[in-house]
């Protein structure tokens, strides 16, 4: 137990040394950068989260009704998957632009 | 510690999604490499044993399909053979059941006729030993029958008369 | 109380050191040790396989890819006459797996596809590739009124299908394989990242704060996902660059 405690000792004076850095080191534009990339990746991950939601429940529905074709419908699923994640991934190229380039 | 997963610092800040001219060109080298050491060097021999072994299989499985066919055939001549045989089996005992039928008939019929005559001969015995008892019996009849006409009547009879009257009745029906 | 955890940029994550020639166009870091790698390793498995007619080790692993490319990757996706693509793919398959596996391999923990450059190599190969097999099989007229003028469509509106059409056709479809591989094994990347950076930054703070927020139990999950994704990326370039022959050999739409 007492290993415990000075454990959760150290952390919370690594903690508030962190947070006085971090106020010292704050910068207006890469904050805005981070927090615009930040809604960037949220939203380009909305439709395609969606849409990959839907593609494999009707997949796995194909294959559970017709396990002879499963071969089949999992190279088509993966295929949709890939077009749809395109989405997705352009948005985290966009977040990475964002907050570092 | 964290130096095993981060390199080292870099020396200015860029862009970090367009690729470099020294990795583009280490990629390239080594892909068109990959790809001339694939198509010439790793694939044929991979794919050559994958194709003997693919035409292996389809000769046994054609050799196999071969012997069930001759098998099958075998199967099939001993079944042809097993029926003459088994029709060969049936006429015979067939002949052999219309023989013995005949035979009994045969023996039955002596066996008939046999009993016939034994008993047409009792028969003719019968009589013969019946006709002549009752030839023996009646001039004793015919005597007695006198005697005992004379007794009633107080005199003799003729018994020569008395005989044929004896016949007479004798002779007629009872 | 995690805002004490410094994330190292990006550049930290990604951008290698020279082993030598650096500032030279043949500049040699952990990304092109990688690319050399993933030739080596491949070569070494395919020669030492054996030639036996049962096959076992490493004969049934090498058979196996080479079978499931061919299947799950070149039946199911082109057919039968697709099968003279088979090195390309494999090698578009290998190639691209053993980039991204080392993402995993301890001392590397670099897939070298998530830097550009490999990508954008495989996307060239499979852009030209497409393009060749189009114009080889349609003739170049046939191949372009094939993939710029979809029949159906309203003369109206033909300029702009057209446009359409050419852009994600020679545009779209090289850059979209590109990044998506590129930003899948980025992403992974800087998953393992973030968890590995919180693991020894806690292990620092004292082994028990390493072990308790359960950060060490997702970096184990995460890097057994990261494998599966490797393969599922390997999978999807070359099954992508497979159904993109098979549209450049027939006329569709």
């Known amino acids: 137990m007492s290993a415990l405690a000075s454990t959760a000792a150290q952390l919370v004076e690594l903690a508030t040394e962190a947070t006085d850095a971090t106020a010292t080191a704050a910068d207006a534009k890469a904050t805005a950068g981070a927090s615009s990339a930040g809604f960037a990746y949220g939203l380009a991950a909305i439709g395609p989260g969606i849409g990959i939601g839907y593609l494999v429940g009707q997949a796995v529905q194909a294959m559970a009704r017709q396990p002879e074709a499963a071969g089949q419908v999992q190279t088509t699923m993966f295929l949709g998957i890939a077009f749809t994640e395109a989405l997705a991934l352009i948005g985290f190229v966009v977040f990475i632009l964002l907050k570092f380039a | ?174 | 109380m995690f805002a004490a955890l410094e994330f190292p940029p990006i550049d930290n994550l990604v951008k290698w050191p020279a082993y030598f020639g650096e500032g030279q166009f043949y500049e040699f870091n952990k990304i092109a040790l990688i690319s050399l790698l993933a030739v080596i390793i491949p070569t070494i498995l395919f020669l030492m396989a054996k030639r036996d007619l049962v096959p076992s080790g490493v004969q049934n692993l090498v058979e196996g890819t080479v079978e499931f490319v061919e299947k799950q990757v070149i039946l199911s996706a082109i057919g039968p006459q697709g099968l003279k693509y088979t090195p390309l793919l494999l090698s578009i398959f290998l190639f691209v797996f053993f980039g991204n596996i080392f993402e995993v391999i301890p001392t590397f923990h670099m897939p070298a596809n998530a830097r550009m450059a490999n990508p954008v190599v495989l996307a060239v190969v499979a852009w030209v590739t497409f393009i060749g097999v189009g114009i080889k099989s349609q003739g170049f007229g046939g191949f372009m009124k094939s993939s710029l003028f979809p029949p159906g469509v309203p003369k109206a509106l033909m300029p702009l299908v057209s446009l359409i059409e050419f852009i994600s056709t020679f545009l779209l479809r090289p850059f979209g394989l590109a990044v998506r591989l590129f930003a899948n094994m980025l992403a992974g990347h800087i998953l393992l990242v973030t968890f590995g950076v919180l693991c020894i930054t806690l292990w620092q703070v004292g082994p028990l704060a390493a072990i308790l927020p359960f950060s060490f139990a997702m970096l184990v999950g995460l890097t057994g996902f990261e494998v599966m994704v490797s393969l599922i990326q390997a999978f999807v370039f070359s099954l992508l660059t497979a159904v993109y022959i098979s549209l450049s050999m027939s006329a569709h739409h």
Request: proline share 4%; net charge negative.
């Open chain 2, 1 to 174: 510690m964290l130096g095993i997963i981060l390199a080292v610092e870099a020396t200015e800040q860029s862009n970090p999604i367009l690729p470099t001219v020294p990795e583009l060109f280490w990629g390239a080298l080594s892909f068109a490499a990959l790809y001339l050491l694939v198509t010439f060097v790793l694939l044929p021999p991979v794919k050559k044993t994958m194709n003997d072994r693919a035409d292996r299989i389809r000769a046994d499985l054609d050799a196999a399909d071969a012997a069930r066919a001759s098998a099958g055939s075998a199967a099939g001549e001993v079944h042809d053979q097993l029926a003459d045989v088994r029709a060969e089996a049936g006429s015979v005992v067939d002949a052999a059941r219309a023989e013995a039928e005949a035979e009994r008939a045969q023996i039955i019929g002596a066996a008939e006729a046999e009993v016939a005559t034994l008993r047409a001969d009792a028969d003719a015995e019968i009589q013969a030993a019946r006709t002549e008892a009752l030839a023996g019996v009646r001039p004793q009849v015919a005597e007695l029958a006198a005697n005992a006409a004379g007794r009633v009547i107080g005199r003799d009879l003729d018994v020569t008369t008395t005989q044929s009257v004896v016949d007479r009745f004798l002779d007629s029906p009872n």
